[in-house]
Structures are given as structure tokens and as C-alpha cells.
């Protein structure tokens, strides 16, 4: 069995899907097949769902709505080489859009969350359903399957729990027919109940994670628009070099800190199993793929930088008194993992605790209010964490340079620092 999962950043244009078809000719089979959703797609969707919670007029969402349609049938109608109306996929389109305009006209009824999933979910349903009218053409036996009902989580919306001995049985299940191609969507899921959920954002790696090693795939492949795993991001790291070979427990580090090749969550299922995972760039010659496997070591000299940026470095002092005990880092963690603030780093001294944390935008105020009836705290938004893996001096040094530190954590291996930027790099 072989899962391959194709992003959103791939199948943005019709050229990348042709691309996709392509592979697929050469690939072996079974063989199940993810999509993300195109583009920006699910950015779009999650403007609207806020854009209709704040009850903005139906014509200006409307509009936006159509643009949404109009790039999917463009997307289509480049792909069949035709004027789009006759296309079989064109109906299941109209379909969906609907659906989806009933639900930003009639909006958040009572509970915002399970609205905002069913409304972000759409992205997946549009591109698996332009995806699969094309390569019907191509690959007459492929077989659509709607992943809401396979993979089955609890509910906490936007970042669901997957029930992993109900999902084993419904995945073996649907994916058992031998030598078939088989197209799902990423990210989506679904409770129980049949309720639409979401995996968190940029998730669809994740499913392709749990297909895998629910299937024991013989491999993962995550088709990228990237030749695989960087040491940095070329971007900003100009001397950047390739990783052919990384270890899980360093991609892990790199996804955990802030590399976005891939989602953190996909490491550990493939990684339990033993199951290579192997990020390949669309267009890429092969040979510039990373495979993230049980190797023993990653070469040493290869040193990581990984730049996290809208960090906030949160600092709480105890107002009782007292130092620093584990009670209040019961209450603290236990506050965050309610308000589902995602952690890098902490650092406990006498009087107070730091924590780096990822920004979680309008509701952070409300969060310090609640903290300052025990806490006296402090803050620094718009903070970045820089990471380095297997670091040396030197390269520390140059990236520290239009730094100003405000936290520095080392061990043998990783050495860390949340920083303002002082001057621009
Ligand atoms: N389309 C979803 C997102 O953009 C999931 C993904 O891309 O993996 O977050
Ligand atoms: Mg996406």
C-alpha cells in the first residue's frame, strides 16, 4: 500500500494537477490518494465563516463566494480543455457551493465551532471533487471515498481528536479492495454522529499519517512544492543545504519548532510503524526528496536553523507570595491546554515562568485578564524563536546578530533563543 498526499500549494493550478496525473501512471498500486485543498482555499473559507459570524451583507459574501466557484471551475475547465458546462464534475460543484452559501447565509446558530468546520471543510469536498472528475478520464476504476466517514474523531472542532480503534476498523475497511486507486480528502474528518470536524490547520499530511499507518503503507510520500526537507528555509538562509535523510525524532524537533515542511502530528503515527516518510517535491527530479525513516543519526555537521516567528513571550509572577510551585504550574497548564495555547518553550525561575507560545490572535487579551486575577504578568508580542539543531558558534552568532535575546535556553544539541528583532535581516 502507498499513500501520497498532494497539497494545496501543488494543486494550486490546473498544471499541477496534470503533474499529479502524471505520477500517478507510474505509481504502484493500492494506492490512496489525499488532497489538500487548492491554494488558499481553506484561507478564504475561514474569512467567510468570520466574515458571515459578524453578520456582514449577504451580497458582499456572495461575491467572495463566486471568486471561490469561479477559480474552481476555471481549475476545471483548463483540465477538460472544455467550456466547463459539460463537465460531470461542474454539477457536483454547483452542489457543493450551494451548500455552502446556505450555510454562510444562515450562519452560527447557537455553536460557532461545529458551523465553522462544516464551512472549512469545503475546500477538501471542492478540490476532491474537481480532482476525481479528472482523473476519471484518465483512471477509469478509481474509487472516491468521503473521509468524514472513515476517519472518526471526537469533537473538539478545529483541532479533533482522532478515535483511533473506531478509525482502524473503518479504514481497513474502505481501503481493502487490492490494486485499487483510491481518492480522499486531507484534513477532514468526522464524529460519531456524523458531525464534520477538522484536524487542525494544514492537516492534511496528518491523514495521510493515520491512512498509512493504519494501512501499514509501505511508505508515506507528502508531494511538495519544495525539493524536500531544508537545513533552513532558503529564503531567509541563503546557505541552506538539503537533507536527503533525516531521523523521526529530528523531524519531529524541526516540525515542533517551526519547520513547515511538514505538520507536527505526522511524525509519530509513521514513526510507531517503522514507515517511511518521504517529502518529494512535484517536478523535482527524485533525487532531491528527504525520507524521514529510523535512521540512526542525522549527520552531525549538518546544523538546523528554524525561525518561528508571531511568538509571545508570556511571563506570569505568582501574586501570593510565594515562589514559583507546582500548583501553579498545574493551574497555568491546565488554563493553556484549555485555551489550546500551543507551547515551545518554558523556562521556571524562583519568582516567575516564561513561556513561548504561538500568538492566538484576538483572544490573547482575554486570556491575560484572566490570568492577572492570580498572576502578575507580563508580555512581548511579535517575538520570534530561533532554533538551532547540532549548532556551532558561528552560526549562531550571525543569526543573533540583529537580535536582541530575551530568553536563551541550550542543551547539547538544541540551542534556543526568543528574540526581538531589532533591525531587519
Ligand atoms: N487545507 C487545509 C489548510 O490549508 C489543510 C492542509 O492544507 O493541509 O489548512
Ligand atoms: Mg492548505
Not at 472528475?133 to 473538539?156: A, E, H, M, N, W
Not at 525539493?227 to 532558503?234: H, I, K
Not at 527524485?286 to 518561528?308: A, G, L, Q
Not at 511579535?382 to 549548532?391: A, D, G, M, P, Q
Amino acid at each position: 500500500m502507498q499513500i501520497y498526499k498532494f497539497g494545496g500549494s501543488v494543486l494550486q493550478e490546473a498544471s499541477g494537477i496534470r503533474r499529479m496525473a502524471e505520477v500517478l501512471q507510474q505509481a504502484e498500486r493500492p494506492l490512496v490518494l489525499v488532497v489538500s485543498a487548492f491554494g488558499k482555499t481553506t484561507n478564504a473559507l475561514e474569512e467567510l465563516a468570520s466574515l458571515s459570524a459578524r453578520g456582514t451583507r449577504e451580497e458582499e459574501m456572495l461575491r467572495k463566494t463566486e471568486a471561490l466557484k469561479e477559480y474552481h471551475v476555471e481549475i476545471m475547465r483548463t483540465l477538460s480543455g472544455k467550456a466547463g458546462d459539460h463537465d460531470p464534475g461542474t454539477n457536483e460543484l454547483d452542489h457543493l457551493f450551494s451548500e455552502l452559501k446556505n450555510l454562510l447565509a444562515t450562519g452560527p446558530d447557537s455553536s460557532f465551532d461545529p458551523w465553522h468546520d462544516r464551512i472549512v471543510s469545503f475546500g477538501e469536498l471542492f478540490s476532491a471533487s474537481v480532482v476525481f472528475s479528472y482523473l476519471k478520464q484518465k483512471f477509469p476504476d478509481i474509487v472516491y471515498k468521503d473521509i468524514r466517514k472513515i476517519i472518526v474523531t471526537d469533537s473538539r472542532f478545529g483541532n479533533a481528536g482522532v478515535l483511533w480503534e473506531e478509525t482502524g476498523r473503518r479504514v481497513r475497511q474502505a481501503f481493502s479492495a487490492p490494486g485499487t486507486l483510491f481518492l480522499t480528502q486531507g484534513y477532514i474528518a468526522g464524529t460519531l454522529t456524523r458531525e464534520t470536524t477538522t484536524l487542525g490547520r494544514e492537516g492534511s499530511d496528518f491523514t495521510a499519517a493515520i491512512l498509512g499507518c493504519i494501512l501499514d503503507a509501505e511508505k508515506v510520500t507528502l508531494w511538495k512544492d519544495v525539493p524536500g526537507v531544508m537545513s533552513a528555509d532558503p529564503k531567509i538562509c541563503p546557505d541552506a543545504v538539503h537533507l536527503p535523510g533525516i531521523s523521526y525524532q529530528e523531524a519531529a524537533e524541526m516540525a515542533f519548532y517551526g519547520a513547515k515542511v511538514i505538520h507536527p502530528k505526522t511524525i509519530k503515527p509513521l514513526q510507531n510503524k517503522h514507515i517511511p516518510l518521504v517529502v518529494r517535491g512535484l517536478g523535482h527530479p527524485d533525487n532531491t526528496s528527504t525520507t524521514i525513516w529510523d535512521f540512526e543519526e542525522m549527520e552531525r555537521h549538518v546544523p538546523v536553523y528554524i525561525r518561528k516567528e508571531r511568538q509571545i513571550l508570556l511571563s506570569v509572577f505568582p501574586r501570593d507570595y510565594s515562589f514559583v510551585l507546582n500548583r501553579h504550574l498545574e493551574d497555568l497548564f491546565g488554563q493553556f491546554k484549555q485555551w489550546a495555547f500551543n507551547i515551545s518553550l518554558v523556562q521556571i525561575s524562583a519568582i516567575s515562568v516564561s513561556f513561548c507560545i504561538d500568538d492566538p490572535g484576538v483572544l490573547f487579551m482575554e486570556r491575560v485578564r484572566k490570568l492577572q486575577d492570580d498572576y502578575e504578568v507580563y508580555f512581548n508580542r511579535e517575538v520570534e524563536l530561533l532554533t538551532f539543531r547540532h549548532y556551532t558558534e558561528k552560526t549562531i552568532s550571525e543569526k543573533l546578530k540583529s537580535c536582541l535575546i530575551l530568553v536563551a535556553q541550550r542543551t547539547r544539541l538544541t540551542a534556543q533563543y526568543v528574540v526581538k528583532r531589532v533591525a531587519g535581516e
